[in-house]
């Protein structure tokens, strides 16, 4: 028997139940059944007595002897009841089915450990379908004092695979292989982290033998998983930094230091400074740039992209943003030119809706490099965009692109344009080393100063009346108003109906002219959408009454109240990126959840969550608690999903320990070419073959 073959190497796997086994667990091989882990234990320590039962017990197990057995006609089909005794009592074990099987096999007066679901009726305990083992037999077992449970499926144990079955599957492989399971990590290794040899772990994994071992059985495999996807990401990364080449940055030159003197028009913060650092050191280092910009909304990200291109036009490169919208390139355009307005720097936006003669002359003026920097959609990606030398592509709010999108940028050069990718969305460090493990990440955890927090506070809907009052005050002080509501695919139509009803609402509440609305929604038109957003912009109009189209980025300084209307529907990302469109300005802002009275227990947690903090890292380590990692923006494509044993928020402690030991490793064993390392080696190898983990963002 070796690990490669199917299940139908094991006492009673027939084809069918293999192959039965294989389309509903997706185990393929003894391998595949030797990884696939129990997700729970029954602790299997405690005896009980027929006398001590209590009814709460769920399940127990119990030594004793089946005096009689009888079969009781009723409506449909019979039972077969036994009498079950032991010295201080007797109860009632109970089959529906299988009568014949346990006619012929259950043997009198023997002593049997039937285990099972305690059932109680009429002042008096039975069980129903228990399993049942000869104690004979039951000793002769690998002794397991925890027993597995593992997952399975309704048509699995329909078939006859129950988890007594199953887990003599596994038992059985065990036996068998146990002497020729290989050793994946070197022994000094499991010497100074003190981990269970692989023999031992695999063992105890599935059949622990104390609550001790079984925790260091699931350490070391823990450990073991984590640590090769961290090895394989940093080699992705050392890979690419040594064998992809970048343009080289070599120069801080006029443009940004005339900038940086004469034009910034705030002292930077530490953390810009330092996030600018990063990518100085990345853009003159030969190696090509591939950086993840993380920072809260507001944290001032653009900025330091307006840098990061100045070096790249100082260099003699061309530089260009994308955005996800329209209204968001557009105010990257507007914010860079005049950022720039006294310097000599030819700058472009690129949309959907601009003019052919103008799109032309972009055109040509990119391919002749006379235009420096290109900011834009979508309609950067188009094949007749053509830059004369790219050496910067920054995107904005990454997670709007899809990755083949993104990939299109690096098409256009001899080599790839560094790239920097900027996202509000914080992903909490740890996924982060998972996800895009092999990608550099900045972060920007410092809001300029002097801005005052958001005032947050939750109402139900009961006080809308006062919540229109205070939108009254805040409007009469000359400031503005966002009032968003919920748009969710699944309920559009309702969801439209309430934005409406509430858009209908506040008209009456608001009326003009002493009041103008602006609205806009998925469903309009762009040059209308863009002709409110415009108007609420420029002041025009006081309340913007939304969807979450306005969830990204737009830049309003005047607007100092977020109403939220039925916040218990959004998510908690959503909720703080939408809190991030108020308090640009100088002045207390507020923010107010408005929400039902009925409130899930995950609902409240979102909304107190947001009501405690503004910490977008913070939010983001609730958030991912909450959904778990696959609902977490980008997590879609990476290994972290199909981990057999760590979890990725559960584990962090042992996620950073591997990511540090394989850190370490690389450093002083690059290749993994020294001996004792070659049992890493070879299990890298084989890993690097079969998992192609996505971790490449651009
Ligand atoms: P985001 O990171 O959300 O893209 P922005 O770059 O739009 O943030 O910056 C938000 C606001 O903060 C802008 O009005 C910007 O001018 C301002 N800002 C950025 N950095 C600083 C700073 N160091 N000091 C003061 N204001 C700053
Ligand atoms: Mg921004």
């Known amino acids: 028997m070796n690990l490669n073959h199917p299940l139908t190497y094991l006492k009673g796997v ?36 027929i006398k001590e039962l209590v009814n709460n017990e769920s399940d127990v197990q119990i030594i004793g002897k089946i005096t009689s057995l009888r079969t009781v006609q009723q409506k ?8 079950f005794q032991d010295e201080t009592g007797s109860m009632e074990i109970i089959w529906f089915k299988g009568h014949k099987w346990i006619k012929d096999y259950i043997k009198l007066n023997t002593a049997y450990v039937a285990y099972g679901k305690l059932n109680f009726f009429k002042s008096s305990f039975s069980m129903v379908h228990p399993e049942m083992d000869l104690v004979s037999e039951y000793k002769r077992k690998i002794q397991s004092k925890l027993q597995p449970v593992y997952s399975s499926t309704e048509k699995l144990t329909n078939k006859g695979v129950s988890n007594k079955i199953f887990r003599g599957y596994v038992q059985e492989l065990i036996t068998h292989i146990f002497e020729s399971i290989q050793e994946t990590l070197p022994q000094y290794f499991t010497e100074q982290f003190q981990l269970l040899d692989k023999r031992q772990a695999l063992l105890n994994i599935h059949f622990p033998n104390s609550p001790e071992l079984l925790a260091k059985a699931q350490y070391r495999l823990k450990f073991e998983e984590l640590f090769f996807i ?62 993840l910009l993380q920072g809260d909304v507001g944290s001032g990200k653009t900025i330091v992209a307006l840098l990061s291109m100045l070096l790249a036009i100082d260099n003699g490169f061309q530089a260009t943003i994308m955005a996800p919208t329209e209204i968001l390139a557009t105010q990257h355009f507007n914010a860079m030119d005049s950022l720039l307005k006294e310097m000599d720097i030819t700058l472009e936006l690129l949309t959907g809706s601009t003019k052919a003669s103008k799109r032309k002359q972009i055109h040509k003026d990119l391919e002749s490099g006379d235009l420096k920097i290109l900011i834009g959609t979508h309609a950067l990606l188009e094949d007749k965009v053509q830059f004369h030398n790219l050496g910067i592509a920054i995107i904005d709010e990454q997670h709007r692109f899809g990755v083949a999108q993104r990939s299109k940028m690096w098409q256009k ?10 996202t509000a969305t914080p992903i909490p460090r740890t996924l982060a080393m998972s996800v895009y493990g092999d990608l550099d990440i900045s972060v920007i955890d410092e809001l300029p100063p002097g801005r005052k927090e ?31 509501y919920p748009l969710i695919q699944e309920s559009e139509a309702m969801d439209y109906k309430d934005l409406m009803d509430g858009y209908e609402s506040i008209s009456r509440e608001f009326p003009s002219p002493n009041y103008q609305i602006s609205i806009v929604h998925g469903k309009m038109k762009a040059e209308d959408k863009e002709y409110e957003m415009q108007r609420f912009l420029k002041g025009e109009t006081q309340i913007m009454v939304a969807t979450t189209v306005i969830e990204v980025g737009v830049n309003v300084p005047n607007a100092s109240v977020m109403v939220i209307e039925s916040a218990e529907r959004f998510g908690l990302s959503q909720l703080h990126q939408l809190r991030g469109r108020v308090g640009r300005g100088a002045d207390q802002s507020y923010c107010v959840l408005l929400s039902s009275f009925k409130l899930s227990k995950e609902a409240k947690t979102r909304l107190q969550t947001m009501v405690e903090t503004t910490d977008g890292f913070k939010i983001a380590e609730v958030d991912l608690k909450l959904r778990g990692p696959g609902n977490i923006m980008g997590t879609q494509q990476s290994g972290v999903l199909s981990l057999k044993i760590a979890d990725v928020v559960k584990d962090t402690s042992i996620l950073k320990k591997a990511r540090n030991v394989a850190i370490e490793l690389l450093s002083k064993d690059p290749e993994l070419s020294l001996p004792e390392n070659r049992l890493i080696k070879n299990t890298y190898a084989v890993l690097a073959k079969r998992t192609g983990i996505w971790s490449n963002i651009s």
Request: glycine share 4%; hydrophobic share 40%; no cysteine.
């Open 14 to 49: 027939s084809n069918a139940k293999a192959s039965l086994i294989s389309s509903e667990l997706g185990i393929h091989s003894l391998n595949g059944l030797l990884h696939f882990f129990p997700f729970r234990y029954i602790d299997r320590t405690k005896f009980y007595k």
């Open 230 to 291: 961290q090895l394989q990401l940093l080699k992705k990364k050392m890979i690419r930094k040594q064998k992809i080449k970048g343009y080289v940055f070599e120069e801080v030159g006029k443009n940004f230091n005339t900038f940086y003197k004469d034009h910034l028009p705030f002292d930077l913060t530490n953390a810009q400074k330092r996030v600018l650092k990063e990518i100085r050191k990345d853009v003159a280092s030969h190696a090509h740039m591939n950086r």
């Open 454 to 484: 958001v005032k947050m506070v939750h109402r139900y809907d009961s006080n809308r009346l006062s919540v229109f009052n205070f939108m009254k005050q805040e409007i009469a002080k000359g400031k503005q108003v966002y009032v968003v």
């Open 76 to 83: 449909r089909g019979s039972r077969l009841v036994a009498t």
């Open 413 to 422: 050069n001899e080599l790839p344009p560094h790239i920097l990718v900027m």
